[in-house]
C-alpha cells in the first residue's frame, strides 16, 4: 500500500505543473516562502545538545553528544567534528534499514560542510591533552520525510549545536551531565534549497514537488550572509544569473531561520 | 558490596521518590508522522520513542511471503544520542536485533495477520531518548501505532518493567534503578486474553516472587492502557470540529 | 450514547461478524477504532480488501505481457487482464473498474475498465465511503446538485471529482470522512454546502488532491 505512495507523488507531480503554470503551489504559498518551521531545542537531554525540526510535514531530529577520542595525526590539538545523517525506515515507505546510501551521505556531508564552512565552532577549544581532544558527534535522524530534507536537516543540525553545551572535563574523562557552560558559537548557518520545474526555481519543495522538479540547488547561508556550502543536484542546469539571484533569495528568506536558531 | 553503598530504597521509599508501584509520568500521542500509515510517540519518563507502522504491503522479497498471513518485520534501533553516556552505533546492534525479534513475536499474536495473506506489515521503534524500560516503551508505542494505521488487531497491548532492587519488587524502573537492581523483568501482556505475550528476564527470582511481577505487570499495564486509549480518542474522536455539541 | 471502541474490547456479548470485528469464546470483540452507538459499530479505520462486484478506482501500476497490475489504495493489487481490453493503458493512469473475483489470497481480477480523464481524485480510508455514498446515493446527489460536479465513488476509498466547483466538492467530501462517526451528518453537509456556494468564496482546499489524469489534448 504504502510504497505507491511513490505513484502517487508522481500523479500529482503532473497536477503541481499545471498549477506552477498559474504561479501556484499544491498548498498556496509563494513560489519563494518556506513552509511553517519550527524548532523545539533541549528534546533530548540525555544528548549534550538536541532539537528538533519542523518544516512543514518534515521533521528531523538532531543530537549531539561529545567523547574523548584520539586527534587526526596531521592536528594532534584540534578537536575532531563528525556529521552522520539517517533515513530512518519509518520517515518513508521506501527507505529501508542498512548502511547509509548516497543520500543519506549526501545529506550528512551537506550539513557537515555548512557547519564547517561557517566556522561555527571552534575545534581548536577541544583539545585536552596530549592524544586525547573532544570529538564531536553531531546525528541527523530523518523521522519523516515530505520534502526537503535538506533545509529540515541544517535547521535541526544547527539548532543541536546552538543548544549544546561544553562539556566539563576531570582527567582526561567526560564528566557526563555537568558542563562548562554553553558551546561557543562564532556564528550560525541554514540551508536554502531550491528545486527547479519547468524552469521555474520554488524555494522549498514538499514531495510531489521535488518529484517534479528536474533541478536542485541548496545554499548554506550564515548569519553573516556568506554563501558556506552549495550543492547543485538533479540533471537541469542554472545560469550563473540564476544562482546569483537565488543567492539574494536564499539570504533573504533564510534570516527568520537564523533569528529563530539563534533563540 | 557495591549495591548497598548505593541505596536504591530509603524510608521505604524509591529515591526516585516513587513509591514501589508507581508508574514514571507516561504520555502518549497518536499520529505524530505525516508519512507513515501509523505512527506514535512516547515519553515515559524520560524515555522518548518514536514508533511507526508501513502496510500490510507487497512482501518484498516475495519468496518470504506466506500464503496464509502477514509477515511482520520490527525494527528496534537506540540513536546515537539516545543515551546518557557515549555516543552510540548508529543501527541496530545485537541486543536491539534481539529486542525486534521479540516485539516481532508479540505483534505476531496482536496482530490478526490471517486477515492479510501475501503482505508484509512494517514496524519501526526509534528509541530517541533512553531510562530504562525502552523496549517496554517502544512496544506500547508500536502497539498505538497500528491502531493509528488500522490494522486489526486482537488487543491493544502494553506493558511495563518489574525488578527487584534491595530484596524489594517495583514497578517501572529507570536506568538507575534498572543497572543497581537485582533483577529486570520486561514484560508485554494482552488484557484481553490475561496471556504474557513478552516475558524476558534476568536475575534470580523465586516462584512466589515471579507470582507477584505478573500481578504487578498486569496491574501496571491497566494504567498504561488508559493512557494508550486516551491517545487514541484524541487523535480520531475529540478532534472532530463540533463534535462535542452532537451525538 | 456512543463509546470510543478500541482492539480488543467487548462490542457484542453474543457472536457477530462484520468488518473490524472478530468473535472469541462467543463474544465480538472489535479489532480496530471503532465508535459504537446504541447497537451500531462503525469503524473508525480500517484497509481496504477486495470484495467481488465493488467499484473501485485503480491506478496502472505496472504493464504486463498478460495485462496490467492495478494499484487499489489496498494492501492487495488487481490484475486487469488484456484478454478483454480494448483500450490500452499507461502506468500512472486513473480508471475505474469493476472486482469480478477476489481469491482466498485477495488476489483480485478487474473487468469494466474505464478512463477518468481530467479532474481530480482524492482518497479518504475506505471505512467513510459508504458515508460518502448516503442511503441510496443522497449524499454523492447532494454534493453533485451542490458542486455541479461528477462524483465517482470508489468502495476503495479513493473518489473522483470533476466538473465545476471541484475544490467545493473534494473539501465536503474530507468533512464527511472527517465527521463521518457524528450523528446529523447529511443536516450538516448541506448547510454547509448552502453556507459556501452562498458565500461565492471557498474555504483553502484540505489535503493534497491530485489530478486523475492530464487531459487528452495535452497529451
Redesign the interface.
Known amino acids: 500500500?504504502?510504497?505507491?505512495?511513490e505513484?502517487?507523488d508522481?500523479?500529482?507531480a503532473?497536477?503541481v505543473k499545471?498549477l506552477l503554470k498559474q504561479n501556484k503551489r499544491?498548498?498556496?504559498r509563494g513560489l519563494m516562502d518556506y513552509r511553517a518551521f519550527s524548532i523545539e531545542k533541549g528534546?533530548?537531554?540525555?544528548?549534550e545538545g538536541?532539537a528538533m525540526a519542523h518544516l512543514g510535514?518534515t521533521?528531523v531530529?538532531a543530537?549531539?553528544?561529545?567523547?574523548i577520542v584520539k586527534p587526526y595525526a596531521d592536528r594532534p590539538t584540534e578537536g575532531v567534528f563528525t556529521v552522520?545523517a539517517?533515513y530512518?525506515?519509518?520517515?518513508?515507505?521506501t527507505f529501508e534499514?542498512?548502511?547509509p546510501r548516497e543520500n543519506a551521505i549526501e545529506l550528512a556531508r551537506l550539513v557537515d560542510r555548512g557547519i564547517r564552512s561557517a566556522e561555527c565552532v571552534d575545534t581548536a577549544s577541544f583539545f585536552v591533552e596530549e592524544e586525547k581532544v573532544l570529538?564531536m558527534?553531531l546525528?541527523v535522524?530523518v523521522?519523516?520525510?515530505?520534502g526537503n530534507l535538506a533545509d529540515c536537516a541544517a535547521l535541526a543540525g544547527m539548532s543541536a549545536l546552538a543548544n549544546a553545551k561544553f562539556p566539563k572535563i576531570e582527567d582526561g574523562a567526560i564528566v557526563?551531565?555537568e558542563f562548562k557552560g554553553p558551546l561557543p558559537l562564532a556564528r550560525h548557518v541554514v540551508s536554502a534549497t531550491f528545486e527547479k520545474i519547468n524552469g521555474v526555481p520554488i524555494l522549498d519543495a514538499v514531495s510531489?514537488e521535488d518529484t517534479a522538479s528536474d533541478g536542485r540547488i541548496t545554499l548554506a547561508i550564515s548569519s553573516d550572509g556568506f554563501l558556506c556550502a552549495a550543492q547543485k543536484a538533479k540533471s537541469a542546469g542554472f545560469t550563473s544569473d540564476e544562482l546569483l539571484s537565488l543567492f539574494d533569495v536564499a539570504k533573504e528568506k533564510t534570516k527568520p531561520l537564523l533569528d529563530a536558531v539563534q533563540k | 558490596m557495591e549495591k548497598e553503598k548505593k541505596k536504591l530504597i530509603v524510608d521505604g521509599k524509591r529515591v526516585n521518590g516513587r513509591g514501589f508501584d508507581d508508574l514514571r509520568p507516561l504520555k502518549v500521542t497518536a499520529g505524530v508522522?505525516?508519512?507513515?500509515?501509523g505512527?506514535a510517540m512516547i515519553e515515559w519518563g524520560?524515555n522518548?520513542v518514536?514508533?511507526?507502522v508501513?502496510?500490510?504491503?507487497?512482501v518484498f522479497p516475495k519468496h518470504l511471503s506466506d500464503v496464509k498471513k502477514a509477515i511482520i518485520n520490527c525494527?528496534y534501533?537506540m540513536?546515537?544520542?539516545?543515551?546518557?553516556?557515549?555516543?552510540?552505533r548508529?543501527?541496530?546492534n545485537r541486543r536491539a536485533i534481539e529486542i525486534g525479534k521479540v516485539a516481532k513475536h508479540v505483534f505476531e499474536n496482536a496482530v490478526l495477520t490471517h486477515q492479510f495473506p501475501k503482505t508484509q506489515i512494517?514496524i519501526?521503534m526509534?528509541v530517541?531518548?533512553?531510562?530504562g524500560g525502552t523496549r517496554v516503551a517502544a512496544i506500547t508505542a508500536a502497539s498505538v501505532a497500528l491502531a493509528d494505521a488500522g490494522i486489526p488487531m486482537r488487543d491493544l497491548v502494553q506493558g511495563v518493567s518489574i525488578g527487584r532492587v534491595e530484596g524489594q519488587l517495583i514497578v517501572d524502573l529507570d536506568k538507575y534503578e534498572d543497572n543497581l537492581g537485582e533483577a529486570d523483568v520486561p514484560l508485554i501482556v494482552s488484557l484481553r486474553s490475561k496471556e504474557v505475550l513478552l516475558f524476558q528476564q534476568d536475575g534470580r527470582i523465586s516462584r512466589e516472587e515471579l507470582q507477584k511481577m505478573f500481578e504487578l505487570g498486569f496491574k501496571g499495564a491497566e494504567l498504561v492502557r488508559d493512557v494508550q486509549v486516551q491517545a487514541l480518542r484524541q487523535r480520531y474522536f475529540e478532534t472532530g470540529d463540533e463534535l462535542n455539541n452532537h451525538g | 450514547m456512543k463509546d470510543f471502541i478500541v482492539p480488543g474490547e467487548v462490542v457484542y456479548d453474543q457472536p457477530r461478524r462484520f468488518d473490524g470485528s472478530f468473535v472469541d469464546r462467543e463474544k465480538t470483540f472489535a479489532s480496530v477504532l471503532s465508535v459504537k452507538y446504541d447497537d451500531r459499530v462503525v469503524a473508525l479505520k480500517g484497509?481496504y480488501t477486495p470484495v467481488v462486484s465493488d467499484y473501485v478506482i485503480g491506478?496502472i501500476?505496472h504493464e504486463l505481457f498478460s495485462g496490467y497490475k492495478v494499484?487499489l489504495?489496498?494492501?492487495y493489487i488487481g490484475m486487469l487482464s488484456s484478454r478483454d481490453l480494448r483500450e490500452r493503458f499507461e502506468?500512472?493512469q486513473?480508471i475505474s473498474v469493476v472486482i469480478r473475483m477476489a481469491d482466498e489470497v485477495k488476489e483480485a481480477e478487474l473487468v469494466e475498465p474505464r478512463r477518468l480523464w481530467g479532474g481530480?481524485v482524492i482518497?479518504i480510508p475506505a471505512v467513510k465511503i459508504p458515508r460518502v455514498i448516503g442511503r441510496n446515493n443522497s449524499m454523492v446527489s447532494l454534493l453533485e446538485q451542490y458542486t455541479g460536479c461528477r462524483i465517482f465513488v470508489g468502495k476503495n476509498g479513493r473518489v473522483y471529482v470533476k466538473g465545476d466547483n471541484t475544490s467545493l466538492a473534494i473539501e465536503s467530501v474530507m468533512k464527511i470522512a472527517r465527521e463521518a462517526h457524528m450523528h446529523g451528518l447529511t443536516d450538516r453537509i448541506k448547510s454547509f454546502l448552502e453556507d459556501e456556494t452562498k458565500a461565492g468564496h471557498l474555504a483553502?482546499e484540505i489535503g493534497?488532491?491530485?489530478?486523475?489524469?492530464?487531459s487528452p489534448e495535452t497529451k
Open positions: 500500500m504504502a510504497r505507491e505512495s505513484i502517487l508522481e500523479i500529482k503532473e497536477y499545471d499544491v498548498d498556496d528534546v533530548f537531554p540525555n544528548a538536541s510535514d521533521k531530529a543530537g549531539i553528544k561529545f567523547d552522520q539517517e530512518l525506515p519509518l520517515a518513508h515507505p534499514s542498512g548502511p570529538g558527534f546525528d535522524y523521522l519523516d520525510h515530505n557526563r551531565q510531489e | 508522522l505525516k508519512r507513515a500509515d505512527s524520560r522518548k518514536l514508533a511507526a508501513y502496510g500490510p504491503r507487497e525494527r534501533s540513536a546515537p544520542f539516545s543515551g546518557m553516556e557515549e555516543h552510540g548508529s543501527g541496530p512494517d519501526s526509534e530517541l531518548q533512553s531510562d | 484497509l491506478i501500476k494499484d489504495n489496498s494492501p502506468v500512472g486513473v481530480r482518497e483553502s493534497s488532491p491530485f489530478q486523475a489524469s492530464p
